[in-house]
Protein backbone atom coordinates (compact mmCIF):
# COMPACT_ATOMS: atom_id res chain seq x y z
CA UNK A 1 0.00 0.00 0.00
CA UNK A 2 0.98 3.83 -0.88
CA UNK A 3 1.99 6.16 2.35
CA UNK A 4 0.17 8.81 2.99
CA UNK A 5 2.70 10.92 0.84
CA UNK A 6 2.50 8.80 -2.08
CA UNK A 7 1.45 8.91 -5.40
CA UNK A 8 -0.14 5.57 -6.27
CA UNK A 9 0.03 4.65 -9.50
CA UNK A 10 -1.22 1.12 -11.03
CA UNK A 11 -0.20 0.20 -14.89
CA UNK A 12 -2.99 -2.08 -16.20
CA UNK A 13 -1.71 -4.35 -19.27
CA UNK A 14 -2.49 -7.65 -20.55
CA UNK A 15 -3.85 -9.46 -23.29
CA UNK A 16 -6.21 -7.84 -25.82
CA UNK A 17 -9.75 -8.95 -24.56
CA UNK A 18 -8.70 -10.18 -21.51
CA UNK A 19 -10.86 -7.15 -19.57
CA UNK A 20 -8.32 -3.84 -19.85
CA UNK A 21 -11.41 -1.91 -20.77
CA UNK A 22 -13.56 -3.38 -17.99
CA UNK A 23 -10.94 -3.35 -15.97
CA UNK A 24 -10.17 0.30 -16.37
CA UNK A 25 -13.60 1.50 -15.97
CA UNK A 26 -14.25 -0.61 -12.80
CA UNK A 27 -10.94 1.23 -11.53
CA UNK A 28 -12.23 4.53 -12.15
CA UNK A 29 -15.65 4.02 -10.22
CA UNK A 30 -13.59 2.98 -7.20
CA UNK A 31 -11.31 6.15 -6.99
CA UNK A 32 -8.71 6.12 -9.47
CA UNK A 33 -8.72 8.52 -11.95
CA UNK A 34 -8.10 6.53 -15.51
CA UNK A 35 -5.86 7.22 -18.24
CA UNK A 36 -5.98 4.63 -21.21
CA UNK A 37 -3.60 4.60 -24.72
CA UNK A 38 -0.96 6.56 -23.04
CA UNK A 39 1.98 7.07 -25.28
CA UNK A 40 4.82 5.13 -23.65
CA UNK A 41 6.94 8.60 -24.06
CA UNK A 42 4.55 10.65 -21.75
CA UNK A 43 4.62 8.17 -18.80
CA UNK A 44 7.40 9.61 -17.28
CA UNK A 45 6.21 13.36 -17.84
CA UNK A 46 3.10 12.58 -16.88
CA UNK A 47 4.48 11.14 -13.50
CA UNK A 48 7.08 13.85 -12.74
CA UNK A 49 4.53 15.88 -10.41
CA UNK A 50 2.78 12.99 -8.73
CA UNK A 51 1.61 15.60 -6.26
CA UNK A 52 -0.70 17.43 -8.98
CA UNK A 53 -3.07 14.28 -8.55
CA UNK A 54 -5.34 14.36 -6.52
CA UNK A 55 -6.11 11.07 -6.69
CA UNK A 56 -4.84 7.36 -7.30
CA UNK A 57 -3.86 6.83 -10.89
CA UNK A 58 -4.92 4.23 -13.63
CA UNK A 59 -2.93 3.91 -16.62
CA UNK A 60 -3.67 1.61 -19.43
CA UNK A 61 -0.42 0.38 -21.41
CA UNK A 62 -0.61 -2.61 -24.24
CA UNK A 63 -0.19 -3.38 -27.64
CA UNK A 64 -2.67 -0.68 -28.67
CA UNK A 65 -0.43 2.26 -26.82
CA UNK A 66 1.67 3.91 -29.42
CA UNK A 67 5.52 3.32 -28.78
CA UNK A 68 4.24 0.62 -27.33
CA UNK A 69 7.13 -1.96 -26.23
CA UNK A 70 7.05 -4.20 -23.52
CA UNK A 71 11.06 -4.23 -22.74
CA UNK A 72 10.74 -0.33 -23.33
CA UNK A 73 7.73 -0.63 -20.19
CA UNK A 74 10.15 -2.74 -18.49
CA UNK A 75 13.24 -0.07 -18.16
CA UNK A 76 10.36 2.55 -17.64
CA UNK A 77 8.80 0.95 -14.51
CA UNK A 78 12.34 -0.22 -13.38
CA UNK A 79 13.33 3.86 -13.50
CA UNK A 80 10.17 5.09 -11.94
CA UNK A 81 10.55 2.57 -9.19
CA UNK A 82 13.63 4.62 -7.88
CA UNK A 83 11.58 7.74 -8.32
CA UNK A 84 10.69 9.43 -4.25
CA UNK A 85 6.61 9.85 -4.03
CA UNK A 86 5.61 7.12 -6.19
CA UNK A 87 4.11 4.25 -4.71
CA UNK A 88 3.90 2.18 -8.95
CA UNK A 89 2.19 -1.30 -9.53
CA UNK A 90 1.74 -3.34 -12.65
CA UNK A 91 -1.15 -5.58 -12.67
CA UNK A 92 -1.48 -8.17 -15.69
CA UNK A 93 -4.47 -9.19 -16.91
CA UNK A 94 -4.36 -12.72 -18.12
CA UNK A 95 -6.77 -14.98 -20.16
CA UNK A 96 -6.42 -18.24 -21.91
CA UNK A 97 -6.60 -19.10 -25.71
CA UNK A 98 -10.01 -20.27 -26.08
CA UNK A 99 -11.74 -17.99 -23.80
CA UNK A 100 -10.11 -15.08 -25.90
CA UNK A 101 -11.50 -16.57 -29.51
CA UNK A 102 -14.80 -17.19 -28.25
CA UNK A 103 -14.60 -13.09 -26.97
CA UNK A 104 -13.36 -12.35 -30.56
CA UNK A 105 -15.99 -14.35 -32.16
CA UNK A 106 -18.42 -13.25 -30.37
CA UNK A 107 -18.05 -9.67 -30.36
CA UNK A 108 -16.79 -9.88 -34.15
CA UNK A 109 -14.14 -7.58 -33.41
CA UNK A 110 -9.90 -8.02 -35.39
CA UNK A 111 -7.80 -8.69 -32.94
CA UNK A 112 -5.74 -5.35 -32.42
CA UNK A 113 -2.36 -6.40 -33.77
CA UNK A 114 -4.60 -6.30 -37.00
CA UNK A 115 -2.28 -8.94 -38.93
CA UNK A 116 -3.71 -11.50 -41.61
CA UNK A 117 -3.02 -14.42 -39.67
CA UNK A 118 -5.73 -16.20 -37.82
CA UNK A 119 -7.03 -14.81 -34.55
CA UNK A 120 -5.01 -18.00 -32.44
CA UNK A 121 -2.15 -16.91 -33.90
CA UNK A 122 -2.33 -13.01 -33.14
CA UNK A 123 -3.10 -14.25 -29.50
CA UNK A 124 -0.05 -16.40 -29.44
CA UNK A 125 2.06 -13.85 -31.14
CA UNK A 126 0.52 -11.13 -28.48
CA UNK A 127 1.06 -13.42 -25.45
CA UNK A 128 5.18 -14.66 -26.41
CA UNK A 129 5.69 -10.29 -26.75
CA UNK A 130 3.94 -9.89 -23.31
CA UNK A 131 5.42 -12.54 -21.72
CA UNK A 132 8.05 -10.20 -19.89
CA UNK A 133 5.63 -8.29 -18.04
CA UNK A 134 3.61 -11.13 -17.15
CA UNK A 135 6.76 -12.33 -15.48
CA UNK A 136 7.06 -8.84 -13.84
CA UNK A 137 3.84 -7.67 -12.55
CA UNK A 138 3.40 -7.53 -9.05
CA UNK A 139 -0.44 -9.08 -9.64
CA UNK A 140 -1.79 -11.51 -12.18
CA UNK A 141 -5.91 -11.86 -12.66
CA UNK A 142 -6.86 -14.81 -15.17
CA UNK A 143 -10.10 -13.70 -16.30
CA UNK A 144 -10.68 -16.46 -17.61
CA UNK A 145 -13.68 -18.00 -16.22
CA UNK A 146 -14.97 -13.92 -15.03
CA UNK A 147 -18.05 -12.29 -15.95
CA UNK A 148 -17.40 -8.81 -16.37
CA UNK A 149 -19.59 -8.36 -12.89
CA UNK A 150 -17.06 -11.07 -10.87
CA UNK A 151 -13.81 -9.38 -12.68
CA UNK A 152 -15.24 -6.01 -11.09
CA UNK A 153 -15.85 -7.78 -7.65
CA UNK A 154 -12.11 -8.97 -7.61
CA UNK A 155 -10.99 -5.61 -8.34
CA UNK A 156 -12.59 -4.07 -6.33
CA UNK A 157 -11.24 -6.39 -3.49
CA UNK A 158 -7.90 -5.79 -4.48
CA UNK A 159 -7.89 -2.04 -5.00
CA UNK A 160 -11.18 -0.80 -3.73
CA UNK A 161 -10.10 0.53 -0.95
CA UNK A 162 -11.20 0.72 2.71
CA UNK A 163 -10.41 -0.11 6.31
CA UNK A 164 -8.54 -3.68 4.48
CA UNK A 165 -5.54 -5.88 5.64
CA UNK A 166 -2.02 -5.49 3.82
CA UNK A 167 -1.94 -8.97 2.79
CA UNK A 168 -5.87 -9.01 0.59
CA UNK A 169 -6.52 -13.19 0.75
CA UNK A 170 -8.56 -14.93 -2.13
CA UNK A 171 -9.41 -19.21 -2.03
CA UNK A 172 -10.55 -20.74 -5.02
CA UNK A 173 -11.68 -24.47 -5.26
CA UNK A 174 -11.21 -26.03 -8.81
CA UNK A 175 -11.67 -28.86 -10.48
CA UNK A 176 -7.94 -30.08 -11.76
CA UNK A 177 -9.86 -31.38 -14.87
CA UNK A 178 -10.62 -28.08 -16.17
CA UNK A 179 -6.86 -27.14 -15.27
CA UNK A 180 -5.06 -25.30 -12.08
CA UNK A 181 -5.97 -21.60 -12.16
CA UNK A 182 -3.21 -18.97 -13.55
CA UNK A 183 -3.71 -17.05 -10.47
CA UNK A 184 -2.64 -19.08 -7.75
CA UNK A 185 -0.10 -18.29 -5.56
CA UNK A 186 -0.25 -21.55 -3.25
CA UNK A 187 -1.84 -25.27 -4.38
CA UNK A 188 -3.54 -27.45 -1.98
CA UNK A 189 -5.00 -30.82 -4.07
CA UNK A 190 -7.49 -32.63 -1.62
CA UNK A 191 -8.28 -35.57 -4.08
CA UNK A 192 -7.19 -37.99 -1.17
CA UNK A 193 -10.39 -37.54 0.66
CA UNK A 194 -13.27 -39.20 0.91
CA UNK A 195 -14.94 -37.92 -2.27
CA UNK A 196 -18.89 -37.91 -2.07
CA UNK A 197 -19.85 -37.75 -5.25
CA UNK A 198 -19.98 -41.67 -4.94
CA UNK A 199 -22.14 -41.34 -2.18
CA UNK A 200 -26.14 -40.75 -4.88
CA UNK A 201 -27.47 -39.11 -1.79
CA UNK A 202 -24.72 -36.33 -1.74
CA UNK A 203 -23.94 -36.00 -5.24
CA UNK A 204 -25.85 -33.12 -6.89
CA UNK A 205 -24.90 -31.31 -3.56
CA UNK A 206 -21.98 -29.36 -2.99
CA UNK A 207 -19.65 -28.52 -0.68
CA UNK A 208 -21.45 -25.62 0.86
CA UNK A 209 -24.29 -28.26 2.16
CA UNK A 210 -24.22 -29.33 5.56
CA UNK A 211 -24.36 -33.33 4.59
CA UNK A 212 -21.13 -33.52 2.65
CA UNK A 213 -19.25 -31.55 5.03
CA UNK A 214 -20.48 -34.16 7.28
CA UNK A 215 -18.88 -36.90 5.19
CA UNK A 216 -15.69 -35.10 4.46
CA UNK A 217 -14.63 -35.08 7.73
CA UNK A 218 -15.53 -38.04 8.76
CA UNK A 219 -12.52 -39.04 6.32
CA UNK A 220 -9.67 -40.43 9.07
CA UNK A 221 -6.84 -38.06 7.48
CA UNK A 222 -9.35 -34.57 7.45
CA UNK A 223 -8.41 -33.53 11.28
CA UNK A 224 -4.62 -33.66 10.37
CA UNK A 225 -4.43 -32.20 6.87
CA UNK A 226 -6.37 -29.39 7.67
CA UNK A 227 -4.20 -28.78 11.11
CA UNK A 228 -1.47 -28.99 9.31
CA UNK A 229 -2.44 -26.42 6.65
CA UNK A 230 -3.78 -24.25 8.84
CA UNK A 231 -0.26 -24.76 10.98
CA UNK A 232 1.88 -23.72 7.54
CA UNK A 233 -0.63 -20.68 6.75
CA UNK A 234 0.18 -19.55 10.63
CA UNK A 235 3.69 -19.71 9.33
CA UNK A 236 3.35 -17.85 6.25
CA UNK A 237 0.84 -15.19 5.78
CA UNK A 238 3.19 -13.32 8.41
CA UNK A 239 6.40 -13.93 6.33
CA UNK A 240 4.63 -12.59 3.55
CA UNK A 241 3.45 -9.58 5.43
CA UNK A 242 7.32 -8.90 5.93
CA UNK A 243 8.23 -9.09 2.54
CA UNK A 244 5.47 -6.69 1.51
CA UNK A 245 3.03 -8.73 -0.01
CA UNK A 246 -0.12 -7.18 -0.79
CA UNK A 247 -2.31 -10.18 -2.72
CA UNK A 248 -2.36 -13.99 -2.14
CA UNK A 249 -4.47 -16.66 -3.89
CA UNK A 250 -4.58 -19.74 -2.16
CA UNK A 251 -6.23 -22.68 -4.53
CA UNK A 252 -8.13 -25.92 -3.20
CA UNK A 253 -8.17 -28.59 -5.83
CA UNK A 254 -10.22 -31.56 -6.52
CA UNK A 255 -11.58 -33.93 -9.34
CA UNK A 256 -14.75 -31.74 -10.37
CA UNK A 257 -14.48 -28.90 -8.27
CA UNK A 258 -17.73 -29.46 -6.60
CA UNK A 259 -17.38 -31.31 -3.32
CA UNK A 260 -14.00 -31.52 -1.38
CA UNK A 261 -12.22 -27.99 -2.75
CA UNK A 262 -15.40 -26.36 -2.21
CA UNK A 263 -16.05 -27.63 1.76
CA UNK A 264 -12.49 -27.15 2.55
CA UNK A 265 -11.79 -23.52 0.58
CA UNK A 266 -14.95 -22.71 2.54
CA UNK A 267 -13.60 -24.23 6.15
CA UNK A 268 -10.38 -22.15 5.43
CA UNK A 269 -11.98 -19.40 4.80
CA UNK A 270 -13.81 -19.25 8.39
CA UNK A 271 -10.79 -20.42 10.11
CA UNK A 272 -8.92 -17.07 8.65
CA UNK A 273 -11.62 -14.91 9.16
CA UNK A 274 -11.34 -16.78 13.11
CA UNK A 275 -8.06 -15.32 12.98
CA UNK A 276 -9.34 -11.91 11.99
CA UNK A 277 -7.88 -12.02 8.50
CA UNK A 278 -10.01 -11.00 5.60
CA UNK A 279 -10.41 -13.79 2.92
CA UNK A 280 -12.66 -13.64 0.02
CA UNK A 281 -13.57 -17.07 -1.35
CA UNK A 282 -14.57 -17.62 -5.01
CA UNK A 283 -15.82 -21.32 -6.19
CA UNK A 284 -14.57 -21.94 -9.55
CA UNK A 285 -17.00 -24.59 -10.81
CA UNK A 286 -19.84 -23.15 -9.10
CA UNK A 287 -19.67 -20.05 -10.54
CA UNK A 288 -19.66 -17.57 -7.85
CA UNK A 289 -18.03 -14.90 -6.01
CA UNK A 290 -18.37 -14.94 -2.01
CA UNK A 291 -17.00 -12.57 0.81
CA UNK A 292 -16.50 -13.72 3.87
CA UNK A 293 -16.84 -11.61 6.85
CA UNK A 294 -13.94 -9.48 7.94
Known amino acids: MAAPSEQRVLLVTGLSGAGHT ?13 IDNLPLSLLRRLLSSPDSFARPLAIGVDIRTRDFEAESLLDEIKSLGESEGLALQLLFLDCDDEALLRRYTETRR ?12 EIAHERQLLAPL ?19 QQLKEIFGGGDVPKLRLFVTSFAYANGLPREAD ?7 LANPHYVP ?71 LSQEGRHASIRHRELGNLLEQPS
Open 201 to 271: ALRLLSGRDREVGEHIVKDPGFDSFFKGLTAMLSMLLPRYEEEGKTYLTIAIGCTGGRHRSVFVAEKLGEW
Open 134 to 152: RERADMVLDTTRFSPWELR
Open 22 to 34: TSLRALEDFGFEA
Open 110 to 121: RHPMGGDRPVLD
Open 186 to 192: LVFDVRF
